[in-house]
């Protein structure tokens, strides 16, 4: 299948050109239906070919033909696309920290003019679970897997709707009964929203980034929570 690409700015600089046709190898990349490839898979190859881009792909928005695209859009033989990084101040922030997270960077980080509304989510400790007492939470991660994963949740839910930004951090390590775990915020130019893409966000890397955690009894006994059999030590 034989597509234009087409590269912006940043994206141009990266992919050291501003436009190319390529012919990409359907019978090779997961994703394709019957006549076309969803630009996810195509989006996947072109990192492959492109080592400089390819770290910076999760944060680019894309165009199909002239019109912004979401990562499940089919491409056809002959579709042109655009790569574009973010515009400024449209940075994405995701990552796993080890240090106590700033509520205040993750709010600066999706706040914009035509925002009127920014929805605020915060994980955070709790002294007990199912009834029992708790007394602090491991957090471990696969750090590269995680930081990918939060990253490509934040931008696929970003590039869902216009005039909308998310961000989300996640931290790792011993946490006590109090600390926050994890901050995620949402803004857009009304309240639905920017309710509905943060707890989109936050279910989605609950169920999808490789963190886990252990909880600690005040007597010692600790559990990995979700486990099968529940193994404790």
């Known amino acids: 299948m034989r597509v234009r690409i087409v590269y912006f ?11 190319e046709e390529l012919d ?5 990349l997961t994703g394709v239906a019957a006549g ?18 390819a770290p910076y792909l999760v944060r680019m928005r894309f165009a199909l033909n002239g019109e912004f695209a979401k990562l499940d859009a ?8 655009t790569v574009m990084p ?8 995701a990552e796993v920290r080890d240090a106590p997270l700033s509520i205040d960077e993750v709010v600066a980080a999706v706040r914009a003019t035509s925002a009127g509304a920014i929805a605020i989510f915060l994980g955070v400790v709790r002294d007990h679970h199912q009834g029992k007492p708790v007394q602090r939470l491991d957090y471990e991660a696969y750090r590269e897997l995680a930081n990918k994963e939060l990253q490509r949740i934040v931008a696929e839910l970003t590039h869902a709707e216009p005039d909308v ?5 996640h931290r790792v390590g011993e946490l006590s009964v109090g600390d926050t775990a994890v901050v995620v915020a949402a803004s ?35 559990i ?7 193994e404790r030590n």
């Open 165 to 169: 930004r998310i961000a989300a951090l």
């Open 188 to 222: 857009s130019p009304h309240r639905e929203a920017a309710f509905r893409l943060c707890r989109a966000a936050i279910d989605r890397i609950k169920d999808s980034v490789p963190i886990w955690k252990k909880e600690w009894a005040p007597s010692g006994e600790g």
């Open 224 to 230: 990995w929570i979700n486990l099968e059999g529940d």
């Open 86 to 93: 973010p515009v400024a101040g449209g940075a994405l922030l």
């Open 36 to 53: 076309s490839l969803s630009l996810s898979a195509c989006a996947r190859w072109l990192g492959e070919r492109k080592p400089r881009l």
């Open 9 to 19: 700015a940043a994206a141009r600089e990266l992919a050291e050109c501003s436009s």
């Open 74 to 81: 089919h491409v056809k033989d002959g579709d042109e696309i």
């Open 24 to 28: 990409v190898p359907t019978d090779t």
